[in-house]
């Protein structure tokens, strides 16, 4: 993660969500499968973030000046190298994008991820929860937040999350506490 980048302020667009039961909503996932969030039994933590980057292709110079946008990689890496503990924990983890299954399937594979990246493509979550969104070059994307879910209510939500590569140990505390009672 470059230094310097701005740091995103809580706005009070997340606040309507701890307490809210997810939507029956099905969303394709990078390994195959629909991934209905509200029918998971037990606990799941879902990241959702902006987009990925592609490879060969720099990021543009603006979008470092819009805060929290920066970090979608290091953040899904962060995830990957701390996978072992969540699965210790019973703890399901999904990433979250808007972008289409099959970009989101060549990030899995460029960074070897054990979890699925989850398709909101159709906005069909995004808009059933009110996610906080934001506009980059023509493209809607969802700001960086962490939900995390218990048998389909959304118990907890991280946001906005800053730095982006330090959300999976921020998500592992929070955990740990919740098993720890």
Known sequence: MPGGLPVPEDDGAADHLPGAALPPLALPATDGSLVELAALPGR???????????PGIPVPAE????????????QACAYRDSH???EQL????????????????????RVHLPYPLLSDAGFALTV???LPTFQFEGMRLLK????????????????????????????LDYLTRMVAR
Do not use: M
């Open 44 to 54: 799941a933590v879902v990241f959702a973030y902006p987009r990925t980057g592609s």
């Open 63 to 74: 979008w470092d000046a819009i805060p929290g946008a920066r970090g979608c990689t290091p």
């Open 84 to 86: 072992p503990r969540f």
């Open 90 to 109: 019973g703890v399901a983890v999904y990433g979250l994008s808007v972008q289409d299954t099959e970009y989101q399937r060549e990030a899995v594979q």
């Open 128 to 130: 059933a929860l009110g």
């Open 144 to 171: 960086r937040l962490t939900l995390f879910v218990r048998d389909g209510t959304i118990e907890h939500v991280t946001y906005p999350v800053f730095p982006s590569d330090r959300d999976a140990e921020t998500a």
